[in-house]
């Protein structure tokens, strides 16, 4: 559900062409296994409504590596490791470590707090090959949005010690009221440290989130700034620096990406436009996946209330082939489900409706179209 406006806008090559642009006979999904929901802080944005405290029936080891063996023979191309806050569980890097035996690509998600030196030694023996860092603002709105005093500089020393190691690291930030403003700061520190990566995060009304449709920014903010994104990333593409800038949950982005393009550059408007074609949208239920800490697997990491079985009683891989159950089936076929603007939208071919974890938290209807598109009904060819 990434928009890599590097690649996209600015003809960047970037390590996630070949799972975002190419299109295989047996897709497999990227799953997102919140191996523990316990975290040490307290996000205002939480999608799991995370807190430092035993949460009971979560995988045991054993369990945990009869999942690692079936989605290593299921083939599937990544395995995020994330939480709550997964360094938070004892047997990580254990189980990190089987992973990356059987071959699988594994990276982390985590909010840097504990990753001290000898952490990162550990991040990198254990096989991840890229770890992803939560950051939502300098240090006073950082802190007050993650509900910890020193949580800034304990992540901005876990960037700087993952760096140190070698490790492959982005920054990665979610776009609320709270935050936005604080994002040329958040540019500036991709730029100073040297990260792999910039991933912007939509905010999604889930977990911790549950009707805060409030708290996100309006249209017209989001208009303006994705022009800033768009900027940012062709100045620092034309400077020479290798940051990936990417969006992520929000396909709109695509498009509003396309629309510039057309303005400015026609022959690269038609590459973004055959590359979004080729990714298709969004991939909840295809693409990826997610399996919770008590081993309930979900069409994606938002959807926690839909579940689609339980890898204690299935195999993930027997799961996600079930064509007979009926939210797969339909998320897999959902153009012909979708309502509203959604349905009738010219860009539904790059955008696939979007997120809809996000229609079905604020209309209750989980076809109705994304509140989050903030393009125009002229923009998508909508009478």
């Keep these: 559900m990434m928009i890599s406006i590097s690649k996209l806008y600015c003809g960047q090559s970037t390590s996630g062409d070949s799972l975002r642009y190419a299109r295989t006979a047996h897709r497999r999904p990227v799953v997102v296994w919140n191996c523990t929901r316990r975290c040490n802080l307290r996000c205002l944005h939480c999608y799991s409504a995370s807190e430092n405290r035993f949460y009971p029936n979560e995988l045991t080891n054993e369990q945990a590596k009869d999942v690692i063996k079936d989605l290593a023979e299921f083939e599937i191309p990544v395995l995020l490791f994330s939480g709550g806050e997964p360094l938070m569980r004892k047997d990580l890097f254990e189980l990190a470590s089987i992973a990356s035996n059987y071959g699988t690509k594994c990276a982390l998600s985590t909010n840097g707090t504990l990753i001290t030196k000898a952490m990162a030694k550990k991040i990198k023996d254990a096989g991840f090959s890229y770890v992803g860092i939560s950051l939502d603002g300098t240090e006073n709105t950082n802190d007050v949005f993650r509900g910890m005093d020193g949580a800034y500089a304990a992540a901005l020393k876990g960037i700087r010690n993952c760096l140190a190691e070698g490790i492959k690291t982005g920054l990665r930030f979610t776009i609320t009221k709270q935050t936005y403003r604080d994002l040329p700061g958040i540019f500036k520190l991709a730029e100073e440290e040297k990260v792999s990566r910039l991933c912007l995060y939509h905010l999604v009304y889930v977990g911790r989130s549950s009707g805060s449709v409030n708290n996100d920014i309006s249209i017209q903010e989001t208009r303006m700034l994705m022009d800033y994104v768009l900027e940012m990333s062709r100045k620092m593409h034309s400077c020479g620096n290798g940051t990936e800038i990417l969006t992520v949950d929000n396909h709109a982005d695509g498009v509003y990406l396309y629309l510039r393009l057309l303005e400015?550059?026609?022959?690269?408007?038609?590459?973004?436009?055959?590359?979004?074609?080729?990714?298709?949208?969004?991939?909840?239920?295809?693409?990826?996946g997610c399996i919770d800490s008590n081993g309930f697997v979900h069409p994606d990491q938002f959807?926690?209330?839909?579940?689609?079985g339980n890898v204690k009683e299935k195999r993930f891989s027997e799961i996600w082939k079930d064509e007979s159950e009926p939210l797969l089936n339909t998320l897999r076929n959902r153009k012909s489900f979708l309502k509203g603007r959604c349905s009738e939208c010219k860009f539904l071919d790059i955008c696939n409706g979007n997120l809809r974890a996000r229609a079905e938290a604020v209309y209750g209807d989980a076809w109705a179209p994304d509140p989050a598109c903030y393009l125009t009904d002229e923009e998508i060819g909508v009478a």
């Excluded at 690269?268 to 693409?287: F, Q």
């Excluded at 959807?303 to 689609?308: G, Y």
């Design 303 to 308: 959807w926690r209330n839909h579940s689609l």
């Design 264 to 288: 400015e550059d026609s022959t690269r408007a038609d590459s973004a436009l055959n590359l979004m074609k080729l990714n298709g949208g969004n991939s909840s239920g295809l693409g990826i």
